[in-house]
């Protein structure tokens, strides 16, 4: 691949947060309008429409519209590393090596939530390092949707000496167990499809805390656990089990 000679490539990754535009941190606003080009994930689900990521740009950065493009994201496969996940992640890489031979000195990534949580940046980014020489890969971080659904439904993560784990629901109930066992607060993403399986455990320990779902958007929902009468949730669904505390400051 030839690059333009005074070219130092900069690959970008953004995170642009759980949905609310308003909620896309400065230092993303300045990194989206410093990119030649701005990639932005489109999957199964959104199809031909924009996806949650590119709605979030479009809205914060519309000076940058004209910049975005789509790159094909695999929502089809959950775990392990399948034909369709490689190849998405291939699709991608090409999508930045094409937009440097262009000519771009800065691409782009934008990501839901933050790009060093669960995303799908990481992977991309060790695609185009190994094929753009001398390439410099930043991470500018966003917030993400624990924070987000703890804001919006008041509910503390951790004070004073409490823990926190945030655990994949993928990852099986013996994971989501051990969370339990020695964590005080614990978040669950990826738990839509295992939302009757995390939810019977849940309520076994007598546990309670709070469903969010699509946190940030229009048509957001929050829940008690003890109150979810449904056995699968959306993708973008967490599950945040709050420490038990008997008074106000009692772990400090």
Do not use: N
Not at 198 to 222: E, I, W
């Amino acid at each position: 691949m030839a690059l333009p000679a005074d070219s130092t490539p900069t690959l970008l990754g953004v995170g642009v947060g759980p949905g609310d535009p308003e909620l896309v941190t400065l230092k993303a606003v300045s990194a989206l309008h410093s990119a030649d080009v701005v990639l932005v994930p489109a999957t199964e689900a959104s199809g031909t429409d924009p996806g949650r990521a590119e709605q979030i740009v479009a809205t914060a950065c519309p000076s940058v519209t004209g910049r975005i493009r789509r790159i094909p994201f695999s929502m089809a496969q959950r775990r392990g590393v399948g034909t369709r996940r490689r190849k998405a992640w291939e699709a991608s890489a090409q999508a930045a090596e094409e937009a440097f031979a262009d000519g771009a000195r800065t691409v782009a990534f934008a990501t839901v939530g933050d790009p060093s949580v669960y995303s799908t940046f990481s992977y991309l980014a060790a695609h185009v390092q190994a094929a753009v020489p001398g390439l410099t890969v930043e991470v500018v971080p966003g917030i993400t949707a624990m924070q987000a659904l703890a804001a919006v439904s008041r509910t503390p993560l951790v004070e004073g000496r409490e823990t926190l784990t945030l655990v994949p629901a993928t990852a099986g109930l013996e994971a989501v167990t051990a969370a339990l066992d020695h964590s005080d607060t614990i978040v669950a993403y990826k738990g839509g499809r295992q939302l009757a399986e995390l939810l019977a455990l849940l309520r076994a320990r007598k546990r309670d805390g709070v469903l969010g779902v699509d946190v940030g958007r229009p048509g957001q929902s929050l829940t008690p656990l003890s109150a979810v009468s449904t056995d699968e949730a959306p993708y973008f669904s967490t599950v945040l089990v709050p420490a038990v505390r008997s008074e106000t400051g009692g772990r400090l």
